[in-house]
């Protein structure tokens, strides 16, 4: 259940249209926006990984089943950029969390900045998502 190019290909379009909307948003949020489909593809690999950690196995197991899941917290009829935030907001909360427990430099080539991006990314979340289903995914996701 791994994901699909095609679904990190969607998503960079959806990104793009997002940030053609939301031209106001930081240069630094901008960035994140745009590193989406490199870190959807590190959650994939993570996802791959046989040696995480039990606790971080799950939880990236979690969020690719909910990515690739058609039962999102959004509702159905919202399409387009806005409607991929919860899947941004998901993989951002679990990569971030991740970045702080394992040696990331064995997944990704600029994992320096990774925290920062998803830090971004959670706040770009955070602005644009209703505040029931941001808590809901904060809930969900997080590391105990």
Not at 20 to 26: G, M, P, T
Not at 38 to 62: C, E, F, G, M
Not at 110 to 120: A, G, I, Q, S, V
Request: charge should be negative.
């Amino acid at each position: 259940m791994r994901i699909s190019a095609v679904f990190i290909e969607q998503m960079r379009k959806e990104t793009e249209e997002f940030l053609e909307q939301h031209q106001d948003l930081s240069n630094e949020k901008q960035k994140s926006l745009r590193r989406v489909p490199h870190l959807l593809q590190l959650l994939d690999q993570l996802y791959l990984n046989t040696r995480l950690p039990l606790k971080i196995d799950q939880n990236v197991a979690s969020a690719v089943k909910y990515i690739n899941s058609d039962y999102d917290f959004l509702p159905a009829g919202i399409r387009g950029p806005i409607g991929s935030l919860d899947d941004i907001m998901v993989t951002a909360l679990v990569l971030g969390e991740t970045a702080g427990k394992i040696e990331m430099k064995n997944y990704c080539e600029d994992c320096e900045k990774l925290e920062e991006h998803c830090r971004n990314l959670l706040e770009v979340s955070k602005r644009f998502l209703p505040p029931e289903i941001y808590r809901k995914i904060m809930r969900d996701f997080s590391l105990p």
